[in-house]
């Protein structure tokens, strides 16, 4: 264990690699840079990443599974 600063920061870089769209294997980090890109909109995510455009419920025109975790991530960040 490290101080307290380092802990965080390994606990950051270990979240950053949690997969986030499970269909196209899309990580937290990749998202988060897109957002940290200028990324605003969940239309802007999908263009950016793929992130939300997989088998799920992109192709039947619904909800993905990871929507409402990529919607959160915006809001987060504004």
């Not at 979240?15 to 980090?29: M, P, Y």
């Not at 990749?30 to 939300?52: P, S, V, Y």
């Amino acid at each position: 264990m490290g101080s307290p600063e380092e802990d965080a920061l390994r606990a950051k870089v270990l979240d950053s690699f949690k997969v986030v769209c499970i269909c196209n294997k899309i990580k937290k980090g990749t998202i988060e840079k897109a957002i940290a890109q200028g990324a605003r909109t969940l239309g802007d995510i999908k263009r950016a990443t793929r992130a939300g455009t997989g088998p799920c419920g992109a192709k039947r025109g619904g909800v993905t599974r990871c929507t409402p975790v990529i919607k959160e991530m915006l809001e987060k960040a504004r």
